[in-house]
């Protein structure tokens, strides 16, 4: 079984440009996050798609950051206008199901982010 | 606000001897935990986990303890291995009622050093 796919996997742009990430999960699986890593924090979670609707965005930097999931399989990031503190290694994961289910997130690679 | 806090940031171990790492947390509706592991320019892979329902979960060489009533959980590793060494976070879920989709909220992560 393919694991979560994301590109790019590295990116240096300056402030104020814009970015997006790609994401690919695991097939079939319903649940999609992306998480934010800062250098020595935990993953912080961005954002939640149950297919493709968004079930949680409450962490999402909203006047910034917007996120899509069309047709419930792949799915984008995007950063614009970006800023310095958005540095950060940026990781999608994926669950079989939605809620109620003990189900494990299996993470991509991450798309590390040098914002100068 | 920090819900789940990993207080050491490093752990330097002897192969061979046993490697435990700390995990407090905060939220009590918190009832499910996990750990997991990360090697450098990877994504974390899920290790182990716990329901609040149990106090032990053993899995090989590696098993964790949750101490409800201090909201403390740990992982034990024996023996310790070079192959070990790694970045291990702590994450903890609400997963009664299935609302909540799984979402994870992470600890700062603590880097283990396994010394041939």
């Known amino acids: 079984e393919a694991g979560v796919a994301q590109s790019p996997r590295y990116k240096i742009i300056e402030k104020r440009q814009s970015v997006a990430f790609w994401c690919n999960p695991i097939s079939g699986h319903a649940t999609l996050y992306w998480y934010q890593q800062i250098l020595g924090q935990g993953p912080k979670l961005l954002i939640q798609?149950?297919?493709?609707?968004?079930?949680?965005d409450s962490q999402l930097p909203k006047d910034r950051f917007s996120a899509e999931r069309l047709k419930g399989v792949d799915s984008t990031l995007k950063i614009q206008p970006a800023k310095l503190e958005d540095s950060a290694v940026y990781l999608c994961?994926?669950?079989?199901?939605?809620?109620?289910?003990?189900?494990?997130?299996?993470f991509g690679p991450g798309t590390r982010l040098l914002v100068l | 606000d920090q819900q789940v806090k990993q207080n050491s940031p490093s752990l330097s171990v002897q192969e061979g001897r046993i490697s435990i790492l700390n995990c407090d947390y905060t939220n009590s509706m918190f009832d499910y935990f996990l750990w997991y592991k990360k090697y450098p320019a990877e994504g974390p892979t899920f290790l182990i986990s716990i329901s609040s329902i149990k106090d032990k979960n053993e899995d090989g060489r590696f098993t964790v303890f949750l101490n409800k009533s201090a909201k403390h959980l740990s992982l034990h590793i024996v023996p310790s291995q070079p192959g070990d060494s790694a970045v291990y976070f702590c994450a903890a879920s609400v997963d009664a009622g299935g609302t909540s989709y799984g979402k994870l909220t992470f600890g700062q992560g603590t880097i283990l050093t396994v010394h041939p």
């Open positions: 798609f149950q297919n493709n609707g968004v079930v949680d």
């Open positions: 994961a994926s669950r079989r199901r939605g809620g109620g289910d003990q189900e494990t997130q299996y």
